[in-house]
């Protein structure tokens, strides 16, 4: 749709699973359905969640076995490490052909042409609005300093980017779970496209997730009245987010940066490989590539005033580490003053207790309890935190203090809870983040350019996106 284009965006043709359809067209029932408590098999939480949680993703296998699932056509991350070279290219296969098999046996529902309201409830109880579309990668950077349309907040782990690139390039079909913001302070697009969808349709799909992590509900957004007035509150947004040289910084990825960077690859090369010619730092579309479906990247658009998202840290727990030496080394470089605490709950309320510059750090592990060290900071907690962090890891394994093998030394934990969690293991040392304050982060990224990787979490671990809707990558063959 034309009127799109100049925003970044695309209306999409999207598939949705058939049996999650029926089960809402069946009912005249809609209050049946709404009420019903059985979970969802299809739709399956963000690969990159529970990354130290087996027992989550077993139990997340055990609900798909046998059944059209998400779970079969994606690989969680916490089998990253484990897999050899050979495995995860037999993963890659395994999915894409898992995926051949949805699409010719009858797993998806005749495509929608639109974009898509959702409302997502979830286990806390918060409601979360957001607007299922395609975005351009024409219009998309990750690097640093860029000035495009849709810019990352984090940066990129590039060992994630390869296992994510194997599945993509030759896959029929996404499947994603990326989350981009949009500032607008006023609610006029989401939350007002909700309401004109709301009084004109009834839902597509309304179902149950698995594990008690909420409900989503989700309608076709394709109507007059809705496109106009989507157009309208795009224009307004742009201008509002355009700077003083003309740049306009229409979206923020949110979550799923790794999955978009991972997008953009794939597309580069394909381009590269038509006779695309690369410069200043950017490859021409060939003529036969213009409208190719791998330009582009299915996403949920997300308001950074919406109520129900909330902005979480995203904690760290350093293996082979005790809390101590931990503690004495980011003082060393950070200053600040180490204080004891007597519990866990303790220390999350010390942390929680950050404000203003002063940002509050909390260390724990089996053999030394908890600690809390309070520094004054001019800058976001994680971009002065993560650097000293990664210097550590460095000097252990150049030092050669720890066998690594293929294990990593450094992983990232939504929740509090989970992270101290795994603290209570020997030489585990976990630490807690202050809390993220979400509305400065257009200016943040506007003025500073992306932050350190997995420096927020857009609500807990099971608030995350799950995977539900999905689109063909391959060019139709009478195209």
């Known amino acids: 749709m034309d009127i799109l284009k100049k925003y970044g965006l695309c209306m999409p043709d999207i598939l949705l699973p058939a049996a999650e359809m029926q089960a809402v067209k069946t009912g005249d029932n809609k209050k049946a359905a709404a009420m019903s408590k059985e979970p969802s098999a299809w739709a399956v939480v963000a690969c990159d969640q529970y990354t130290q949680d087996r027992a989550y993703w077993e139990k997340a296998a055990r609900i798909a076995e046998g059944k059209p699932s998400a779970m079969h056509i994606i690989l969680p991350e916490i089998y990253l490490n484990e897999l050899s070279q050979a495995e ?59 000035k495009a349309k849709i810019r990352a907040t984090e940066a990129t782990i590039v060992s994630r980017i390869p296992p994510r690139i194997a599945i993509r390039k030759n896959a029929p079909l996404e499947i994603p779970h990326i989350m981009l913001l949009v500032n607008d302070k006023e609610h006029s697009f989401i939350e007002k496209i909700g309401e004109i969808v709301k009084a004109e349709s009834r839902p597509l799909y309304d179902v149950e997730l698995m594990m008690g992590a909420g409900r989503i509900i989700g309608r076709k957004v394709s109507s007059g009245d809705a496109l106009s007035h989507m157009e309208k509150a795009l224009a307004s947004i742009a201008a509002e987010n355009t700077d003083s040289d003309g740049n306009v910084f229409m979206f923020a990825v949110g979550d799923g940066n790794h999955s978009l960077a991972t997008a953009k690859a794939v597309w580069d090369e394909l381009k590269k490989n038509c006779g695309g010619i690369e410069q200043n730092g950017s490859i021409s579309i060939p003529q036969n590539l213009e409208n190719h479906p791998a330009r582009y990247a299915l996403v949920e ?20 580490e005790n809390a101590r030496p931990l503690v004495s080394f980011v003082q060393s470089k950070l200053g600040g003053t180490l204080e004891i605490c007597g519990s866990e709950n303790e220390l999350i309320k010390r942390v929680a207790s950050s404000a203003g510059k002063t940002a509050v750090f909390g260390f724990a592990s089996a053999q030394d309890g908890f600690l809390s060290l309070s520094v004054e900071l001019d800058c976001l907690a994680v971009s002065a935190f993560q650097p000293v962090l990664d210097m550590l ?86 195209a």
């Open 301 to 320: 658009i997300v308001n950074l005033y919406d109520e129900g998202l909330t902005f979480e840290p995203i904690h760290r727990i350093v293996f082979e």
């Open 393 to 478: 890891i460095e000097q252990k394994c150049e030092n050669g203090c720890v066998n690594t093998g293929n294990k990593e030394l450094l992983d990232y934990i939504h929740g509090a809870e989970d992270v101290l969690r795994l603290a209570r293991d020997k030489d585990k040392t976990a630490v807690l983040l202050p809390p993220i304050e979400k509305y400065s982060f257009f200016a943040t990224i506007e003025k500073y350019g992306s932050l350190p990787r997995k420096s927020f979490s857009m609500g807990e671990a099971s608030e995350k996106r799950f995977y539900f809707e999905c689109r063909r990558l391959e060019k139709k063959r009478n």
């Open 88 to 146: 995860k290219e037999k993963a890659a296969v395994s999915i894409q052909n898992k995926m051949k098999d949805y699409l010719t046996g009858g797993v998806f529902a005749p495509p929608i042409n639109g974009c898509i309201y959702v409302e997502r409830t979830t286990a806390y109880g918060r409601l979360r609005k957001g607007l299922v579309a395609a975005i351009d990668l024409e219009e998309y950077e990750w690097k640093k300093g860029t």
